[in-house]
C-alpha cells in the first residue's frame, strides 16, 4: 500500500516563528501535493511539485513556500507563522504526470496546526 | 481552471436508507472527476473516479456515481447506508492537460440509528 506519513499530527506554533512540515511518501511518486483544509472551503491547492527541485504555485500560495530536494520528500514551509493560517494541512502524492493514475492521489492524515 | 460546488453541507440520514450527494463542477472541457471520503482523524480516501466511457461508475464501500454533462454533475449514491459511512465526502475535478485537481467544499454526512 502506498502511504503518505505527514511529521506531525499536531502542532502549535507561535505568532512569527518559522514552521517546518514535512511529508514523505514511499512509493516513487513524481507528483506531490500541499493543501490546506478548512470548515466550509474544502481543499485548497497551496503549492504542488512534479518533479525533485520543482515546483508550481497553487490558488494560495502566498506565505507558504516548498521544497523538494528528494524525490520522497516534500517540505511546506511558514516563513512567519500567522493565526490565519492555523489550519489542517495535507499532503498527498500521486504518480506518473498526466496519465490517468496521476490523478488518483494518496493523502496523509494531515497535520493540524495551530498558531498563537 | 476548474472549479467544483458541493450544495450541501450537512446531510443526515437514517441507517438503511439511501443516500445522494450532489455535486457540479464547472470545466469546458471533458472533466475527470472523482469523490473521496475521510473519516474523522483521517486523510482523504478515493471513492470512485470517471475519466470517461460508462457514465454510472462503480466505487468501493458499495458506492455509485453517475456523470450528466447536462447537468454539469457528478452526483454521489448509496442504496442503503450504513453507520460507519458516516464522514465527511469531497467532489473533486481534474482536467485532461494539468494534474492539479480542485475540490469542492465537503459535505457532512451524519446516519442517524
Known amino acids: 500500500d502506498v502511504k503518505v506519513t505527514q511529521s506531525s499530527r499536531y502542532l502549535v506554533k507561535r505568532t512569527g516563528e518559522k514552521v517546518f512540515l514535512e511529508c514523505v511518501q514511499d512509493m516513487d511518486h513524481e507528483n506531490m501535493f500541499w493543501y490546506r483544509q478548512d470548515p466550509g472551503l474544502g481543499l485548497r491547492l497551496i503549492y504542488f511539485?512534479?518533479?525533485?527541485?520543482?515546483?508550481e504555485k497553487g490558488d494560495i500560495p502566498e506565505g507558504y513556500s516548498v521544497s523538494r530536494e528528494k524525490k520522497e520528500r516534500f517540505s511546506l514551509i511558514l516563513e512567519s507563522a500567522s493565526t490565519n493560517q492555523t489550519s489542517m494541512y495535507l499532503c498527498?502524492?500521486?504518480?506518473?504526470?498526466?496519465?490517468?493514475?496521476?490523478?488518483?492521489?494518496?493523502f496523509g492524515p494531515g497535520t493540524r496546526l495551530t498558531v498563537t | 481552471a476548474q472549479s467544483v460546488t458541493q450544495p450541501d453541507i450537512h446531510i443526515t440520514v437514517s441507517e438503511g436508507a439511501s443516500l445522494e450527494l450532489r455535486c457540479n463542477y464547472s470545466?469546458?472541457?471533458?472533466?475527470?472527476l472523482f469523490w473521496y471520503v475521510q473519516s474523522p482523524g483521517q486523510g482523504l480516501q478515493l471513492l470512485l473516479k470517471y475519466f470517461s466511457g460508462d457514465t454510472l461508475v462503480q466505487g468501493i464501500k458499495g458506492f455509485e456515481a453517475e456523470f450528466k454533462r447536462s447537468q454539469s454533475s457528478f452526483n454521489l449514491r448509496k442504496p442503503s447506508v450504513h453507520w460507519s459511512d458516516a464522514a465527511e465526502y469531497f467532489c473533486?475535478?481534474?482536467?485532461?492537460?494539468?494534474?492539479?485537481?480542485?475540490f469542492g467544499a465537503g459535505t457532512r454526512l451524519t446516519v442517524k440509528p
Open positions: 473533486a475535478v481534474g482536467a485532461e492537460d494539468n494534474n492539479d485537481m480542485r
Open positions: 511539485s512534479y518533479d525533485v527541485k520543482m515546483k
Open positions: 470545466y469546458g472541457a471533458t472533466p475527470y
Open positions: 498527498a502524492s500521486s504518480p506518473q504526470r498526466l496519465a490517468e493514475s496521476s490523478y488518483e492521489q494518496y
